[in-house]
């Protein structure tokens, strides 16, 4: 997967309370399109007991009143890497990430981004090759 750095919302930022992201702007979006793109959350670091992370996607005609569209959180234990399709999502020229923590004492290290396109693939060892 790769990243443009226009697209970056985080960059190793670190969130240990309740905080937004840096503004994207997409200035050729008209009010209430959609992108067909992916928007990616990577937990680099997770400090604290049972800390909790929900992302909210928020958009804004103006950078100054921002609605939320799209939320999701971090899943439990393993899964550092998450987020969500916007597809269909009515979006405005300009978008922030609003971080939501829970737990005790709980902190992260994210980076965070749009991407074309989600690519799943893992390469696995070829059978009898040692």
Not at 6 to 23: E, N, P
Not at 62 to 82: C, I, M
Request: with cysteine.
């Amino acid at each position: 997967m790769i990243f443009d750095s226009a697209l970056v919302f985080s960059d190793r930022q670190v969130v240990v309370a309740d905080t937004h992201s840096d503004t994207v702007e997409i200035a050729r979006l008209a009010p209430g399109h959609t992108l067909d793109m992916h928007l990616r959350v990577f937990a680099l670091n997770e400090t604290g007991s049972s800390p909790t992370l929900e992302v909210v996607l928020e958009t804004s005609t103006d950078n100054v009143t921002f609605t939320p569209v799209r939320k999701f959180s971090k899943p439990v234990g393993a899964p550092k890497t998450f987020g969500c399709g916007l597809d269909g999502v009515a979006l405005n020229r300009y978008l922030r990430l609003a971080y939501n923590v829970g737990g005790s004492s709980p902190g992260f290290t994210l980076f965070a981004g749009l991407v074309m396109g989600f690519d799943q693939w893992q390469a696995y060892p070829a059978a009898g090759i040692e």
